[in-house]
Structures are given as structure tokens and as C-alpha cells.
């Protein structure tokens, strides 16, 4: 079985603070994403990579960032923390190009105070 | 803009009902995910279609994508409460291979 794993459940963090969040994947899977969900939004795509040292922009790549240093992990940066970053973050992995599966971690609850 | 509307927002029934949740859009999708997410939790894959007209079933659960590929349901006989949660549907739509478009989602609450 696939398995997503990412560093934090929950996280709370004050406005301003750089934050990171992790996730690592074990299935050998070239593509990575980050979304966002939040009532009444649905998930929204921030970035995205298809292989080592390359990301692309999402839906909604304003005020974050990311690195992918190794394949296995893909980590996403708030560089300065706002209340309205204030989301459930979810990290999803895939293996291959094209239509198919997502396989997402257990997210992580970040509250920005 | 490709998106995906769920049909109904929210549902409520008693355990042991059937109920449909529907999945629609005005694009072709070259495929469908349908995932359930637990309060708190990732979304889990259930079923992925890709041909149209297609049908697939898991225990109690059928999902069903649309002979135009534009749409899909979900429909659960004889809920139990175990099959609350948020079910979403996502898609790659055929003009945008490697884009995955989610749905908004359908929150169900089975009562015991």
C-alpha cells in the first residue's frame, strides 16, 4: 500500500512565523502535490512537482513555497504566516503522468494566530 | 473554467436507506476518482472509472460514469454508519491530461 505520510497533525503558529510542513512518500512516486481545504472551497492546488527540483504553480501558489530536494519528499513553506492561512493542508502523491490515482496523507490542521 | 458540482451539499439519513450523490460538469473528463474523507483525515480512494457508460461496484457501493463522460454517481445501499464522511469526486479532464479537478464535495451522516 501506498503511503503518505506528512510531519505534523496539527500545527499552531503566529502570524509572521516561517513555517514548513513535510510530507514524505514511500512508494517511489514522481509526482507530488500540495493542496488546501477549506469549507465551502473544496481542495485547492498551491504547487505541485513532477520530479526532483521541480515545482509548478497551482491554483493558489500566493504567499507559499516549496522544495523538492529528494524524491521522496516534498516540503511546503509558509514564508511569513497569515490568519488567512489558517487550513487544513493536504499532501497527495502519484505515481506516473496522466489520469491516476492520488493517494493522500492524513493532513495537517495549521492555525495561525 | 472545468469544474465539477456535487449533488447534494449535505445528506442525513437513517442507517440501513440507499441514497445517490452525483457528480456533474460540463466537460469531458478522460477519467473519474471518487475518494471518502473521515473528519480530520486525508481523503481515501474508493474507485476510479475511466470508460464511459461504465459501472463499478464495491460491497455496497456503486459508482456509475456517465456515457459522456461529463458526470458520475455513487449511490450506497442500506447505509451504515461507517459510510459518513465527505465523499469527493475528481477528475482529469481530457483537455487537461495531467490536471485533476476536485468536486466540492458531499458530506453524509448516517444515523445509527
Known amino acids: 500500500d501506498v503511503k503518505v505520510t506528512q510531519s505534523s497533525r496539527y500545527l499552531v503558529k503566529r502570524t509572521g512565523e516561517k513555517v514548513f510542513l513535510e510530507c514524505v512518500q514511500d512508494m517511489d512516486h514522481e509526482n507530488m502535490f500540495w493542496y488546501r481545504q477549506d469549507p465551502g472551497l473544496g481542495l485547492r492546488l498551491i504547487y505541485f512537482s513532477y520530479d526532483v527540483k521541480m515545482k509548478e504553480k497551482g491554483d493558489i501558489p500566493e504567499g507559499y513555497s516549496v522544495s523538492r530536494e529528494k524524491k521522496e519528499r516534498f516540503s511546503l513553506i509558509l514564508e511569513s504566516a497569515s490568519t488567512n492561512q489558517t487550513s487544513m493542508y493536504l499532501c497527495a502523491s502519484r505515481g506516473g503522468r496522466g489520469p491516476y490515482e492520488q493517494y493522500f496523507g492524513p493532513g495537517t490542521r495549521l492555525t495561525v494566530t | 473554467t472545468q469544474l465539477l458540482e456535487q449533488s447534494p451539499q449535505f445528506l442525513s439519513i437513517q442507517e440501513g436507506e440507499n441514497l445517490t450523490v452525483y457528480c456533474n460538469s460540463s466537460s469531458v473528463f478522460s477519467s473519474l476518482q471518487w475518494y471518502r474523507q473521515e473528519p480530520g483525515e486525508g481523503p481515501v480512494l474508493l474507485v476510479t472509472v475511466v470508460t464511459g457508460g461504465e459501472v463499478k461496484k464495491l460491497k455496497r457501493l456503486t459508482f456509475q460514469f456517465g456515457d459522456a463522460r461529463k458526470d458520475s454517481s455513487l449511490h450506497i445501499t442500506a447505509a451504515q454508519p461507517g459510510d459518513t464522511g465527505l465523499y469527493l469526486c475528481?477528475?482529469?479532464?481530457?483537455?487537461?491530461?495531467?490536471?485533476?479537478?476536485f468536486g466540492p464535495g458531499t458530506s453524509l451522516s448516517v444515523i445509527p
Open positions: 475528481a477528475g482529469s479532464p481530457k483537455t487537461s491530461y495531467d490536471k485533476v479537478i
